[in-house]
């Protein structure tokens, strides 16, 4: 019983970032530039979705507990949901859907270059997300999801090369996921880190 | 002072209705409210916003009907790097500075260097508003009535040498108070610098305030440049230091990213920015964005202090 209910409420949980930020919008307390704010948070929130859906596998790995897998997915979903929002606001509210200018960004900003690339590798992974494209692809479906890890570093990528001065938010992020990626592909890291704490 | 009024821009040109309108519907708040009562009467200062109140001349060559910016978001959004590097830090961070004894050093090629205090600049310059345009590197724009006076004026007192070709401005450095320089985010303290004729031009001004009360914390105070015509971060807050000089100076930003950030950093919407376009701003309280004008729509004043120069060089 309890069980079933974990995940419903972990999925509710998971609006409530984006549900606050637009309830936000909407009484106009996201200062003076709030277009600027559900860009930026959207973007923040991908990427902390993304380093929780990487976190699942090492916190399987520490702990034995079957749930980190069970949750991976909706995670993962989560993911394509804040980019889709994310997206939709730098095409609507930069750009007005002016796709010369989109283009232009696309090629002559690496940044910009770097996020849409990470989008669209994202694509594939949200579409093979359910259990009959899991049957159907088999094995190749394990690969085609390692993507993960490209996207993860292009999406950390992005934020860097966008800030003007102060690097500190993209360093954090960065440094997650490199830890993220150590303990992944590194797997005798886990088990010290899992001896050391027993 | 002769300033004509540029015949390019006309006010629809500037407010589109249908921009108007439509900003409206973004409006729900009581802070909108007070935004409207302001556009209503664009010339009343409107006192009591907990600032001392300063005397001045109504501004009557630059007003043209556009609509000002709210007291309230030119007062929380606010790139002032001294106080944190997001645009919402300064407004509380920036009370902790202490703007009250206030000197500012002269020095450099002039003839009379030496240190003026704020109560003898602002008794020497009478006061005038000034309804200005300001166009922030980020593709995000205000109209801010300043209250100040011309830079020349100042200049003139301190009687530069022959080999006085340009002016650096120097930002208050000052760690106890000014908690983001405790971080090397950017090079300490704030450097700005114009070339001579540009520092002379009747558009530069030094603002002592805005909406008519002396400047916020946030906002620069006790004295700034403003130099409309060019990205926001050429005007240089809380100045303690002038100095003439022969050679360019080095502003903070060109250090860090010289390639983004040149000496002439005119508003300029053919020049992008290496990592976005310039063509197009979003007018802060806006929901549309506008097109971004050739030196921030003072061309006519300012154009030909650039003949000749290849801009897409001296950006």
Known sequence: MMSKLIKPLIFLLCLVPLILLFRSFYLDELGANPFEVLTRSSGEWTLRFLLLTLAMTPLRQLTGSAWPLRLRRMFGLFVFFHVCVHLLTYL????????????????????????????????????????????????RWKSLHKLVYVIAILGVLHFILLVKADLREPIIYAFILLVLLLVRFKPALLHKIRYATQ | MLIKKPQDISSSEITEQAIYLDRRKFMTSSIGLTAAATLLSPH??????????????????????????????????NNYYEFGTDKYSPAKNAQALTTDPWSVQIGGEVEKPGTLHLEDILKQNPLEERIYRLRCVERWSMVIPWIGFPLANLIKQ?????????VQFETLERPSEMMGQKRNVLPWPYIEGLRMDEAMNPLTIIAVGLYGEVLPKQNGAPLRLVVPWKYGFKSIKSIVKITFAEKEPVSSWTKVAPNEYGFYSNVNPEVDHPRWSQRKERRIGDFLKRKTLSFNGYAEQVASLYTGMDLKKYF
């Open chain 2, 44 to 77: 009343t200062s409107v006192a009591g916003y907990g600032g001392k109140t300063l005397k001045f001349t109504e501004d009557k060559i630059f007003d043209r009907k556009e609509e000002l910016t709210s007291f309230d978001k030119i007062s929380n959004y």
């Open chain 2, 158 to 166: 301190a009687k530069p040498t022959s080999k006085a070709k340009y």
């Open chain 1, 92 to 139: 609507w509210l930069d750009h007005f859907f002016d796709w010369d200018e989109i283009v232009t960004d696309i090629i002559k900003r690496p940044y910009i270059t770097f996020g849409m690339l990470a989008f669209t590798l994202l694509l594939p992974l949200a579409l093979t997300s359910t259990k009959k494209m899991m049957k159907r692809l088999g094995k």
